[in-house]
């Protein structure tokens, strides 16, 4: 009886909780926690705190909407040190898309620059490599899905199909957060992205070099969760800030106050 | 004036001997060798190679070269998505001589997936150029290197995991020609090994994906020269001439099998083992590590297909290693006779031209009640009887088994051809214009099975579609 009482009372105050902060339109919220991140052998554990993330990628006509706001991103105005020769080709004007694009494509051809000023003018921001990455190792039952086989072997797939940029959002189906898309249409843009080559916090600095060459990649590449991580860190260290892709979007995630933070 | 003359003779002298001593400097360290003027360098496809550089003088070499992921066949049926350098598996081939500086252009086309970097074996430097050559889709790197060692290099991609770049086809070769090049031969010829892995077992249809499993056990489904199945069979084989010195530049991009290289019938005269200076002599099977190479010389002597096989024969026959050299020209019987005869090897003794059988031929238990059915059982009579000289379309084999598909030899006699069939053929005969002397036993068919076979033969491959029966099976059967 008292068993079943405290369990109705947490119930009750996880109702309550959750009711406490309003989610975002367009976003879940995911609860953060400890994980050891997909790469490195030197890795360790991160901590993540609770956060927003938004369902899809930012899509092309939602891009438009963003442009038709703040003029200073539109491809010839754009300050070419925020964004290479690569930015927006695929537009045939200013503000308008080629025809042979369609509105609810990912969009791609963003700078680094771009895309977190997107976000910021949303109230939101980029979300962090490990943010990302936890949001990501979710399939749709569980939260941590890296040691499934078929999990990688999806991420995989993606990797060696063709034109998938072409692909209107939606069609993966969510994931346990409710977050789809972040496996099998574009690559994303994240906050931190360079730290992988650059910085030498997430790794001893005598090693950022042969990391994500042959001396690394030869370690522990009997597995294959390591395998699709690998490509998605590779992408990441080959890219520039001001760099525009073809196969890279992006989307944005929004920090919970800390009042309503229960992680920590 | 005499002095004068001794003078200008000795002057002479002088510079003549200057200049030729110039022009046979030579560097005791290829890092001093200097270079002059600039040059796009010339990338070429398998099978083939760029030209020699013959006596050129070191240069800056421009070598530009794109990344394309694109899909192909890897066999009948079978596509993959392959990564590339150049668009060809393998990639491009980079021909330089020692002491040039090439400036190396590599290009991430826009469309591709993923970020990639150039490993070359060939370089001295950390990562091959590897760190220098890291590039995303839609950009290009440059980076620079002095070739300061001749031989022949692997070049690979060694974006993590590298593993699986290279066995989806990141590979080629890199050749750095000795000062005044290699000796001249009169056919060149570029061949790179390699293995892959597949979601599905070999030959099975569709788009296949990269299984990373297999390839970490190293069960191939497929090994293939040159990227595929077949890309060096039938009208993809590579050709000389009789008379001829072939080099063939061999490499092994592996990922993960070790190649023994081996030519049916040919000797190889001279091997650059390994793609070094170390010359070995009269080789018969060859070993190339995978991510290693080596220059292949021999003079061919005889017409004929030569097969060009990784000689873990398995691999060959069943997994596509296989290629073909087809030599032209005129025969030479000293050196290879061809079949001479075909004895039929009795212990007991000789005398007996037939294959030892009762004349009691147990009939096929059914007779075939129409065309249709004598076509069908005739088609399997031939598959089992006639089909290993004759072929699978008739058309025999060339010197040894005269075709059936078009034959005037046949068309112009039932009879005579049922008489074949029943009593077997020795001596000269003349088909379709060709002279043949071999021979054919008699063969343990039924008359029924007689009539089918032929009916099948005569209605297949633009024969004269005669229908043959019973009844003149047993009429030929019974004239002598």
Redesign the interface.
């Known amino acids: 009886m008292i068993k079943n009482q405290a369990s109705r009372l947490l119930f009750v105050l996880l109702v309550f909780q959750t009711m406490l902060y309003a989610q975002s339109e367009g976003m879940v919220s995911i609860k953060g926690s400890r994980y050891l991140p997909l790469y490195g052998r030197d890795s360790t554990v991160v901590a993540v705190k609770d956060f927003e993330m938004d369902v899809y990628p930012i899509t092309n006509s939602q891009y438009v909407d963003f442009i038709k706001k703040y003029p200073k991103w539109q491809k010839s105005k754009v300050i070419s040190l925020f964004a290479d020769k690569g930015y927006l080709v695929n537009w045939k004007s200013d503000t308008e898309l080629k025809d042979s694009e369609k509105p609810n494509s990912p969009v791609t051809y963003v700078s680094w620059f771009a895309a977190k000023d997107y976000c910021e003018c949303q109230g939101k921001r980029l979300p962090t490599i490990d943010e990302w990455e936890y949001v990501a190792m979710a399939d749709k039952t569980t939260k941590d899905a890296r040691v499934k086989p078929e999990y990688n072997a999806e991420i995989l797939a993606w990797y060696e199909a063709p034109r998938t940029n072409e692909n209107t959002i939606g069609l993966h189906p969510e994931n346990f957060w409710g977050v789809h898309d972040l496996h099998g249409l574009v690559w994303e843009w994240t906050l931190d992205f360079n730290s992988v080559l650059i910085s030498g916090e997430s790794r001893k600095d005598v090693d950022k070099d042969n990391n994500l060459f042959c001396g690394s990649a030869a370690v522990n590449a009997t597995d294959l969760m390591n395998y699709a991580a690998f490509m998605r860190y590779a992408i990441r260290g080959s890219l520039k800030a001001k760099y525009s892709m073809k196969n890279l979007g992006f989307r944005c995630v929004k920090d919970i106050p800390n009042e309503f933070n229960s992680s920590f | 004036m005499k002095t004068i003359l001794k003078l200008m003779t000795l002057i002479l002298a002088l510079t003549m001997f200057s200049c030729f001593n110039n022009k046979e400097t030579e560097y005791a360290n290829t890092e001093d060798i200097p270079v002059n003027r600039e040059m796009l360098a010339e990338l070429t496809s398998p099978p083939n190679v760029p030209t020699p550089i013959g006596r050129r003088k070191a240069k800056k070499l421009i070598v530009k070269m794109e990344i394309l992921?694109?899909?192909g066949e890897m066999t009948d049926g079978v596509e993959y998505?392959y990564w590339t350098f150049g668009g060809t598996v393998p990639g491009s081939f980079i021909r330089t001589r020692v002491g040039d500086e090439v400036e190396f252009h590599l290009q991430n086309h826009?469309?591709?997936?993923?970020?990639h970097?150039i490993?070359m074996h060939a370089v001295t430097g950390?990562?091959g150029g590897?760190?220098s050559s890291?590039?995303?889709?839609?950009?290009e790197k440059v980076f620079s290197f002095k070739t300061l060692n001749p031989g022949l290099y692997v070049y690979h991609c060694?974006?993590?995991?590298?593993?699986?770049h290279i066995a989806n086809g990141m590979y080629g070769l890199i050749l750095v020609e000795p000062e005044g090049g290699l000796p001249p031969v009169d056919k060149e010829y570029y061949i790179m090994q390699g293995d892959f892995y597949t979601k599905g077992a070999n030959g099975e249809r569709g788009l296949q994906?990269?299984d990373?499993?297999k390839a970490?056990d190293e069960k191939a489904d497929y090994v293939v020269f040159n990227g595929k199945v077949g890309a060096l069979t039938g009208d993809n084989a590579i050709t000389a001439k009789v008379g001829e010195t072939v080099r063939l530049f061999v490499g092994n991009g592996g990922p993960g099998l070790v190649s023994s290289f081996h030519v049916i019938g040919e000797i190889f005269d001279r091997v650059h083992v390994e793609g070094g200076d170390l010359i070995n002599e009269n080789v018969q099977t060859t070993l190339i590590p995978a991510g290693g190479a080596a220059m292949v010389e021999f003079r061919v002597d005889v017409p004929g297909t030569f097969i060009i096989v990784d000689h873990s024969i398995f691999r060959a026959f069943n997994k596509g290693a296989l290629g073909m050299l087809k030599v032209e020209g005129e025969e030479n019987k000293k050196i290879y006779s061809g079949e001479i005869r075909d004895d039929i090897y009795l212990p007991e003794g000789p005398g007996i031209q037939s294959m030892p059988t009762t004349d009691e031929v147990v009939a096929s238990e059914i007779p075939a009640k129409s065309f249709e059915e004598q076509m069908e059982f005739g088609k399997n009579a031939y598959m089992q009887t006639c089909f290993a000289c004759h072929q699978a379309e008739g058309q025999g084999i060339p010197n040894a088994f005269p075709p059936l598909a078009n034959s005037d030899y046949l068309n112009a006699d039932v009879d005579r051809a049922i008489g074949i069939v029943l009593r077997g053929k020795t001596g000269e005969i003349t088909v379709n214009g060709e002279k043949y002397n071999s021979v054919m036993t008699r063969q343990m068919l039924s008359t029924d099975e007689i009539a089918n076979v032929m009916t099948y033969v005569y209605n297949s491959w633009g024969n004269s579609k005669k229908v043959v029966t019973k009844e003149m099976v047993e009429k030929v059967k019974k004239s002598k």
């Open positions: 992921e694109k899909v998505m826009p469309d591709n997936k993923l970020p970097n490993d950390p990562g590897a760190e890291f590039v995303a889709p839609g950009h060694a974006t993590a995991p590298v593993g699986m994906p990269f990373m499993q970490v």
